[in-house]
């Protein structure tokens, strides 16, 4: 049985599934992921409206996207242009938030750098990973 990973993108640096799970295809991987992405959403949908859980295959090849505003149902009430507006403006919001994480880590990377070169103490590492990229 492959074993099939996933990522959640969250517009803060996300979380990746190091082990996977072995399920018995991509369909099964798909549905296995809807489940957890409702799971996730349930009773918190306006926070985690902007989500989306990716799948990726054992060679770590993507095989489904799942944003969370697509299967929430408290959007079901809407016209079908309005939610897919809300679909766009939740998917812009991830990009948004993961362009400042992005960027908050660039400068913690180079206030490492700087302090580094200067020989004084430095961040080497936050919440597992290394601070400067490449070391």
């Not at 295959?57 to 929430?72: L, M």
Request: some cysteine.
């Amino acid at each position: 049985m492959p074993t099939y990973t996933f990522k959640l993108h969250d517009g803060g640096g996300g979380l990746e599934d190091e082990t996977g799970v072995n399920l018995a295809d991509e369909h099964d991987a798909v549905r296995y992921a809807h489940d957890v992405a409702c799971e996730l959403m349930k009773s918190r949908e306006l926070e985690t409206r902007c989500w989306q859980l990716d799948v990726h295959a054992a060679g770590g090849e993507r095989i489904c996207e799942i944003p969370f505003a697509s299967i929430d149902p408290t959007l079901d009430h809407l016209p079908a242009d309005w939610r897919s507006m809300m679909e766009t403006i939740a998917e812009r919001r991830r990009l948004l938030g993961d362009a400042l994480h992005a960027a908050s880590v660039t400068v913690q990377e180079s206030r490492a750098l700087v302090a580094r070169a200067r020989g004084k103490p430095y961040l080497a590492s936050r919440f597992g990973k290394t601070t400067i990229r490449g070391l």
